[in-house]
C-alpha cells in the first residue's frame, strides 16, 4: 500500500505561481510512474504531467513551459511546480502512483488550485 497526501494549492492571482508537494508513504519501491492529474467539476479528469522511474517528465500540451513535475527520492515527495498560471489552470489536482507489476493504482485526495484576480 502507498498513501499519498498533497499540499500547496491555494489562489493565485494570473500570471503566479504556486508549488504543489506529494508526499508518499509505504510501499514506494514499488511504484512505476508518479503524476499529477487535474479535474474541473463535471469534467474528466485529466492528466497534467508524469515522470517515471528513470526521471524521464512528459507533460500535457497546455502545460509545456509552465509547469514542471520532479522528484525528491530522498524525502520521497513528488513536486509540481507551476508558473505563469492562466485561469484555466483552476482546478482540483490529484496525486497518482501506479505499480504496474501489481496492477496497482494510488491517489491523493486533492489539492484545490484557483487562479483568478
Known amino acids: 500500500q502507498v498513501q499519498l497526501v498533497e499540499s500547496g494549492g491555494g489562489l493565485v492571482q494570473p500570471g503566479g505561481s504556486l508549488r504543489l508537494s506529494c508526499a508518499a508513504s509505504?510501499?514506494?519501491?514499488?511504484?512505476?510512474?508518479w503524476a499529477w492529474y487535474r479535474q474541473v467539476l463535471g469534467k474528466q479528469r485529466e492528466l497534467v504531467a508524469l515522470?517515471?522511474?528513470?526521471?524521464?517528465?512528459n507533460y500535457v500540451t497546455s502545460v509545456k513551459g509552465r509547469f514542471t513535475i520532479s522528484r525528491d527520492n530522498a524525502k520521497n515527495t513528488v513536486y509540481l511546480q507551476m508558473n505563469s498560471l492562466k485561469p484555466e489552470d483552476t482546478a482540483v489536482y490529484y496525486c497518482?502512483?501506479?505499480?504496474?507489476?501489481?496492477?496497482?493504482?494510488?491517489w491523493g485526495q486533492g489539492t484545490q488550485v484557483a487562479v483568478s484576480s
Open positions: 497518482h502512483a501506479r505499480d504496474y507489476t501489481n496492477s496497482y493504482v494510488y
Open positions: 509505504g510501499s514506494i519501491f514499488s511504484i512505476n510512474v
Open positions: 515522470i517515471d522511474s528513470g526521471g524521464k517528465p
